[in-house]
């Protein structure tokens, strides 16, 4: 590596990283992107092969990937591999943490749903008195919020809802089928809102940092980037304790490399940043670095059948489409059960329901499916996890991974409020759904393991107060000025929303403080 600083060292391609590089290389301030995978050529590197071809007939390699709902063997090579990269968590409160180390990070492979936070969540502590609440509020994230809608193309509807703010959208006019406009109605005579989705379009099929963020940035020739390296540390100037560069090792040759900068900006994932900074024991005056871990509860679900749609009558009118019931428990009244609250998934499905509906078998399941095909209708919950203390992570000294660096403990586990919410949300949606004639096949309480829905947040969270918080309300850590964190790790509250939208908005917001700190010479 070159022997002068670079303006910027940036760890992490993905939404995140991918913002911050295009947004501080357009202000003129060259960057260095580090990256842990390499960059993907589908074209030159996927090939076709049939199931009968590959050792496990195309299901999960075992131990491998054991806590990676998505993985097959067509698709194993994307994810972490766990046995390379291991983590480590008590047998009795498993987690599931899912890691992709390619050039553009997760940001390949999201469902691109994109929700604004509302103020119910930024100051959700003034509200119930739990937590703490964000150092920022909505109005302070709006303008970020509309700038990264327009960049991601993100499609919706106005619907004048306070806990669901509008956005900067295409418009959604698709037409509602009339299963849908009957849950719709049915929602609505006990005063449960059932709106359109909010969903990134892209361009060309992709909404990634590969192809929205990451040209421009290459663009400005500002920007250099590294792939498959795997950073150890962060370092610091003794004299000063500012941030100064990281180490770093070649996944494949295990050469040791290193790297001066003048800023730090940390974009690896939440975990994944959180565990560099404690490898790095830098960044925690304030004891709270690895706390707060939350997500959100998935799994939570009802499934219904549609009775007009069965033997065959099911059309495009009648079935089909999707819409979202955003939070709608402790706006204007308190549940005495939980707090904060959940928002569902509503679908109206033209295709097969699953065998595991139906207490038959053989001959009888099969004139079940088929008479059932094309009237499945399905909710699911997005609950809101609370941030609590005692649900963090802690490096393991005692696990490494293959290039000798500390592995990640993690400890986390639902508590009464998110079992409670899982309730109350299958009464809710086994309501609405024979409200609306519909019959009520399966349902489920049981939420998923922490970490299932891909959305874990916290652990590095901001703050006003440095001895109750990492970050300031710029992504700015209290303790070493030049360093900033813009991932997922520096929420304060985790809401019901999917965090993408609110990541990529916070990273832009902050590269762009960071930048005129950057001109004013106070950074």
């Given amino acids: 590596m070159t022997k002068e600083p670079v303006d910027i060292l940036i760890i992490g391609s993905g939404h995140a990283g ?11 301030i060259s960057c260095l992107m580090l990256n842990a995978g390499p960059v993907v050529d589908v074209a030159r590197d996927a090939k076709q092969e049939p ?39 008590d047998p009795a409160n498993p987690y599931n943490w899912v890691r992709v180390r390619l ?38 994230l709006a303008p970020y919020y509309s700038r990264a809608e327009e960049i991601f193309q993100v499609s919706g509807s106005t619907d004048g809802i306070p806990q669901y703010p509008d956005g900067n959208f295409i418009p959604d006019d698709i037409p509602w089928s009339s299963s849908m406009l009957r849950f719709q109605e049915a929602g609505k005579r006990v005063g449960i809102p059932v709106c359109r989705g909010r969903r990134a379009h892209g361009r060309d099929g992709l909404a990634s940092s590969v192809n929205l963020l990451l040209p421009d940035a290459f663009a400005t020739g500002k920007l250099e980037a590294l792939e498959n390296v795997v950073v150890r540390e962060l370092t610091t ?3 000063t304790g500012l941030a100064n560069g990281a180490h770093f090792v070649d996944r494949l040759t295990r050469r040791e490399m290193s790297v001066k900068a003048r800023v730090v900006v940390l974009a690896a994932g939440t975990l994944e940043s959180t565990r560099l900074l404690m490898n790095s024991k830098i ?15 998935y799994g939570v679900g009802v499934t219904c059948s549609v009775p007009e749609a069965r033997g065959g009558k099911a059309t495009a009118e009648l079935m089909g489409g999707a819409g979202v019931v955003p939070r709608f428990r402790n706006i204007t009244t308190k549940s005495d059960k ?26 009888e399941l ?20 609370l941030g609590r203390y005692e649900n963090h992570v802690r490096i393991n000294k005692d696990v490494v991974d293959a290039w000798g660096i500390p592995a990640l403990h993690i400890e986390t586990k639902y508590t009464d409020n998110e079992h409670n919410m899982a309730r109350d949300a299958v009464d809710t949606c086994v309501a609405v759904a024979e409200s609306s004639g519909f019959e009520v096949l399966s349902k489920n309480t049981e939420p998923n393991p922490p970490g299932y829905s891909i ?15 990492v970050l300031n309300k710029w992504n700015q850590s209290h303790d070493i000025k030049n360093l900033f964190v813009v991932d997922g790790s520096g929420f304060t509250s985790a809401g019901w929303q999917n965090p993408t939208l609110t990541i990529l908005a916070l990273s832009m917001r902050a590269s762009e403080y960071l930048a005129e700190q950057m001109r004013q010479k106070n950074v």
């Fill in 103 to 140: 050039f553009g990070g997760r940001s390949l492979f999201w469902s691109r749903q994109s929700f604004r936070l509302s103020d119910y969540e930024f100051k959700a502590k003034s509200r119930d008195g739990f937590g703490e609440d964000w150092p920022i509020n909505l109005a302070d």
């Fill in 366 to 385: 099969q004139k079940k499916l088929d008479l059932y095909y094309g009237s499945a209708f399905y909710m699911t919950i997005m609950g809101e996890v």
């Fill in 455 to 469: 959305h874990e947040v916290g652990t590095c969270r901001m703050g006003n107060d440095p001895k109750h918080s």
């Fill in 18 to 28: 991918g913002m911050a590089a295009k947004i501080l290389t357009e202000k003129g």
């Fill in 237 to 239: 100037d003794k004299q």
């Fill in 283 to 297: 960044a925690n005056s304030s004891g709270v670095l690895g706390h707060y871990l939350m997500d959100q509860i």
């Fill in 338 to 363: 939980f707090l904060r609250g959940y928002a569902l998934n509503v679908t109206s499905h033209i295709g097969s329901l699953e065998p595991r509906n139906f207490a038959a078998y053989g001959a």
């Fill in 51 to 89: 199931a009968y071809a590959l050792p496990f007939r195309g299901f999960k390699p075992p131990g491998r990937l054991a806590h990676v709902f998505q993985s097959n063997e067509f698709n194993a090579n994307v994810w972490v591999d766990e046995e390379e990269v291991p983590y480590t968590f």
